[in-house]
């Protein structure tokens, strides 16, 4: 019973004591335990979203949707963790593979949280009747708000290591912001080559679509559909 008590603190973000959650995740005690359990609640977290994204147009979307979000979290870290984890131990960081993946880790446990903690509101929307460019553009709006906050866990913890424990270059932090750049950037890319996550009402369901255009300019024409919706454009 304790063991399981245990587990659940570990599984869990604790959004209430921020200097005990980054004690938490840079403690190399039980660090194989605690990766293990963020994994887990990731891939929950970004598994309910998904449903969440694709109930928009019906089962098989939904369905689709919960297993696409996992996998993008998971392949977003796996291609861009590595380069970045070679960085920072060339520029002097002291923390352990373990230790990194962790922290790392621990900031897709805030963002997927509060992605979650959105679907009230999204389902809202869906429930009165929002159009397809209104739900994408809530959906690309979330999930832009939530890895800011993410991301702003990973630096915090970056700063605890480096102020608090003194194994973690400053110069580390600044490289970061970079990464969370680039971060972006195959993130926008994967999520392109895995649509669709919302489907569109009326059409058939698709697992994937063709490789045309790009994740920019789907979000602008998601911009032109809200202002001028195509069924009120002359001619449409």
């Not at 998904?50 to 998971?74: D, E, H």
């Not at 990973?154 to 400053?170: H, Q, T, V």
Request: glycine letters at 8%; charged letters at 15%.
């Amino acid at each position: 019973m304790g063991k399981g008590r245990l587990l659940s603190r570990e599984f869990l973000p604790n959004f209430h004591d921020k200097e005990g959650s980054l004690e938490k995740i840079t403690d190399e005690k039980n660090l194989a335990g605690k990766i293990g359990s963020q994994l887990i609640l990731v891939n929950v977290l970004a598994l309910v979203y998904g449903i969440v994204m694709g109930c928009y147009n019906g089962f098989n979307q939904a369905l689709s949707s919960a297993v696409k979000m996992p996998v993008l979290f998971s392949l977003l870290i796996l291609i861009c963790f590595p380069a970045f984890y070679v960085i920072q131990s060339v520029l002097g960081s002291r923390l352990t593979l373990p230790q990194m993946i962790s922290i790392i880790l621990s900031g897709f446990v805030y963002t997927t949280s509060i992605m979650v903690s959105f679907s009230t509101i999204v389902l809202f929307f869906l429930i009165t009747g929002g159009n397809y460019a209104f739900i994408q553009l809530l959906h690309v709006a979330i999930i832009a708000l939530a890895g800011v906050f993410g991301m702003k866990h990973i630096i915090d913890g970056l700063k605890y290591s480096c102020e608090k424990k003194n194994i973690y270059p400053k110069t580390g932090i600044t490289v970061f912001r970079f990464w969370i750049v680039i971060m972006f950037f195959v993130g926008s890319q994967l999520s392109w080559s895995l649509r669709p996550f919302i489907g569109v009402k009326g059409k058939p369901f698709e697992l994937f679509r063709k490789q045309e255009g790009n994740f920019y300019q789907a979000l602008a024409c998601s911009f032109a559909d809200l202002l001028d919706p195509p069924e009120k454009q002359p001619g449409k």
